[in-house]
């Protein structure tokens, strides 16, 4: 009699412990997930030195280079994170490569870049403005210098276009801000040093700025650790804490309050280092810290953020020998704390 009222007590409080500590599948599978890189469905065109916006949960790809003999492209292709499915669109008014784009009230607006040869094409002027509703162009005004491998950003309504490349790729440290309500262009406060292949985010109303290159600069193959600040109320620049490893072509985006970088080259010419690292920057904290490496190389990729993931997209693999464009995709779970 004893033995059984002791396995009834025991039975009871077994019950009483699930009870009050369930066991989650889906805080399993989150856990699964979290600091880790997953493949996703490929784009249907391999492509690097392009450009991507994401507008209402789905992510834009524009135009780029289909591989390094000069085939550029004109394609947009639209990618739907919730389904991991493409859908084909409208193509580019022409075939350009190392443009920006940025999403701005539902619309994305894509920027310069560059025509024919990838190193001695023209760079463009062009501002175009792409309607995801429409499937639609529309040609707003010209920025008022020409350049590819720039970078930009859209504060309080307004686009910051960032750096770039007038010619080959020398930086320029020029910086010009397009108010769409006037489709007007203004020169703004310049970057501290020439830089190209750099990327841009925004948080709390200010443009962090990441990386960067000058082919100019001491030697062919220089590139920059520098993390700057721009505030577009003050006009004004400051610096934060550098990137461990100097750095163009890679990409970036913002996630709650953490800042992510990923990938690159460490020099302009052929002779750099491809990265496939991912950095965390903390923006409270303002430091860096390392997470889970991309399960390949890669540079002049695109980087998109939607629903609390970082999205990465082609770009080249290989360097000074065999390159090749990539059509794979990521996707990158930050941890939860």
Same mark, same amino acid.
């Given at each position: ?163 770039? !490349?007038?010619?080959?790729? !020398? ?80 990409? !970036? ?85």
């Amino acid at each position: 009699m004893f033995k059984k009222i002791l396995l009834i007590v025991f039975i009871l409080i077994i019950t009483s412990c699930h009870k009050n500590n369930p066991v989650s599948s889906t805080g399993n599978n989150q856990q699964s997930t979290e600091n880790k890189w997953i493949q996703k469905t490929s784009m249907p065109t391999a492509r690097g030195y392009f450009c991507g916006a994401e507008v209402n949960g789905k992510i834009y790809l524009f135009g780029g280079i289909k591989d390094l003999s000069g085939h550029n492209s004109d394609d947009v292709e639209a990618y739907d994170p919730s389904t991991d499915t493409w859908t084909t669109k409208n193509k580019m008014p022409e075939k350009i490569v190392g443009q920006a784009a940025v999403e701005l009230n539902g619309k994305i607006y894509v920027i310069g870049g560059r025509t024919g040869n990838l190193f001695s094409g023209t760079s463009l002027q062009y501002t175009y403005l792409y309607d995801p509703n429409e499937d639609s162009w529309t040609r707003k005004k010209d920025i008022p210098t020409p350049r590819a491998f720039l970078s930009v950003s859209a504060v309080n309504g307004n686009i910051y276009a960032i750096g770039g !490349s007038i010619s080959g790729y !020398s930086g320029t440290f020029i910086v010009q801000m397009y108010d769409p309500a006037s489709d007007t262009w203004t020169a703004k406060k310049s970057l501290q040093v020439n830089r190209t292949s750099l990327t841009s985010n925004v948080y709390n109303g200010k443009i962090y700025v990441i990386g960067g290159g000058d082919g100019q600069k001491a030697d062919a193959g220089t590139s920059f650790a520098y993390f700057d600040v721009y505030d577009p109320e003050t006009d004004t620049w400051s610096s934060k804490t550098d990137i461990s490893i100097s750095r163009l072509g890679h990409g !970036s985006g913002v996630i709650n309050d953490k800042l992510y970088i990923c990938g690159g080259v460490t020099a302009v010419s052929g002779s750099g280092t491809l990265l496939y690292d991912l950095c965390e920057y903390d923006f409270n904290m303002d430091n860096w810290t390392t997470r889970a490496s991309m399960p390949s190389h890669r540079r002049c990729f695109v980087t998109a953020t939607f629903n609390g993931k970082l999205y990465v997209f082609g770009g080249i693999a290989g360097n000074q020998g065999v390159q090749q464009a990539l059509n794979s995709v990521l996707e990158y779970t930050p941890s939860a704390n």
